[in-house]
T-cell receptor
Framework: QQPVQSPQAVILREGEDAVINCSSSKALYSVHWYRQKHGEAPVFLMILLKGGEQKGHEKISASFNEKKQQSSLYLTASQLSYSGTYFCGTEWGGSEKLVFGKGTKLTVNP | KAGVTQTPRYLIKTRGQQVTLSCSPISGHRSVSWYQQTPGQGLQFLFEYFSETQRNKGNFPGRFSGRQFSNSRSEMNVSTLELGDSALYLC?????????????FGEGSRLTVL
């Protein structure tokens, strides 16, 4: 089942912060985050695993609340290069299948 | 090292035709997964192949099929094309199963069905 991302779109000025949320109706084993810039391929940001392990880029932070079946991606002191569409992908226990949400479009203006 | 290569990058077909898309993963990667991307729908999972075996399949009709060769290269085929099949088809490779590893995406094959 497709996870729900919120907000669908957000516009920021450089230096502002943003939070992108991802929620699922099923118990999650892992949450993955990707960013896709216009006309480009999605690029890996982070994996959060049940139990607290995280793998990803140092400048990106995220949380994974297993009980609430939610994950949040934190973008602080945003830069122009952060603009793009952010996708969360979720895997519920045992499925070994990664299902992506519809994406959150982030625009950072000067 | 070379990234994921998808061919063709663009193609135009008419309803009823079939199409085959190709994906060459990063050397050493055994997992190849396919996604359909349309505006507003995000990345819809089609299927994953690992070591030549289909490991998982999304909710797409049987017109969508795929395979993986011994060198890990993968193809997907769509038969009897419909207008709604117009989309960007993305291939991703990983050294591990999709759910546990970082995915490396290709730039996609953009299919237009007229």
């Amino acid at each position: 089942q497709q996870p729900v991302q919120s907000p669908q779109a957000v516009i920021l000025r450089e230096g502002e912060d943003a939070v992108i949320n991802c929620s699922s109706s099923k118990a999650l084993y892992s949450v993955h985050w990707y960013r896709q810039k216009h006309g480009e391929a999605p690029v890996f940001l982070m994996i959060l695993l049940k139990g607290g392990e995280q793998k990803g880029h140092e400048k990106i932070s995220a949380s994974f609340n297993e009980k609430k079946q939610q994950s949040s991606l934190y973008l602080t002191a945003s830069q122009l290069s952060y603009s793009g569409t952010y996708f969360c992908g979720t895997e519920w226990g045992g499925s070994e299948k990664l299902v992506f949400g519809k994406g959150t479009k982030l625009t950072v203006n000067p | 090292k070379a990234g994921v290569t998808q061919t063709p990058r663009y193609l135009i077909k008419t309803r009823g035709q079939q199409v085959t898309l190709s994906c060459s993963p990063i050397s050493g990667h055994r997992s190849v997964s396919w996604y359909q991307q349309t505006p507003g729908q995000g990345l819809q999972f089609l299927f994953e192949y690992f070591s030549e075996t289909q490991r998982n399949k999304g909710n797409f009709p049987g017109r969508f099929s795929g395979r993986q060769f011994s060198n890990s290269r993968s193809e997907m085929n769509v038969s009897t094309l419909e207008l709604g099949d117009s989309a960007l088809y993305l291939c991703a490779s990983s050294s591990r199963r999709v759910s546990t590893g970082e995915l490396f995406f290709g730039e996609g094959s953009r299919l237009t069905v007229l």
